[in-house]
């Protein structure tokens, strides 16, 4: 999340540079920095697919006026929603809410989670159409 961020902040140019600065000085095992890396890569790769789904799942929410922080606790459960099957749903919204709690508002909890459960029930519903 904190690495989506800094990407949205100071922009896509500074990816190779910024990440292998980021992830050198975290914290963490290899297979931490490693999966936050994958994480990091593939949701700045589906960035546009990620903040298409947050803005037709945020009513009410002009996807512009979210914060930064909320914006990257968001594309990171969306990607993982979309593309890391192996971890359940209600785990990857269960830590965006701990993260949104934890970096964000006392607000951003509630948001993130009905958001990524409108995003989740979104994609089950074209799961369940592709299958007709």
């Excluded at 000085?25 to 790769?45: F, H, K, P």
């Excluded at 914060?67 to 990257?72: E, H, Q, T």
């Excluded at 979309?82 to 785990?91: F, Y």
């Excluded at 990524?116 to 799961?127: I, P, S």
């Amino acid at each position: 999340m904190q690495a989506l961020y800094q990407l949205d902040v100071q922009g896509a140019a500074l990816l190779p540079r910024l990440m292998g600065e980021f992830f050198h000085e975290m914290e963490g095992d290899s297979r931490t920095r490693q999966l936050a890396w994958e994480w990091t890569n593939g949701a700045w790769a589906k960035v546009a697919e990620c903040d298409e789904l947050i803005s037709s799942s945020a009513l009410r929410w002009q996807f512009s006026r979210l914060s930064p922080v909320d914006r990257s606790i968001l594309r990171l459960g969306v990607y993982q929603l979309t593309s890391c099957p192996d971890i359940p749903p209600k785990v990857i919204i269960n830590e965006a809410i701990e993260l949104a709690k934890k970096y964000s508002t006392e607000k951003s909890g509630p948001f993130v989670n009905g958001v990524l459960d409108a995003v989740l029930k979104k994609l089950r519903n074209e799961t369940k159409q592709e299958k007709l």
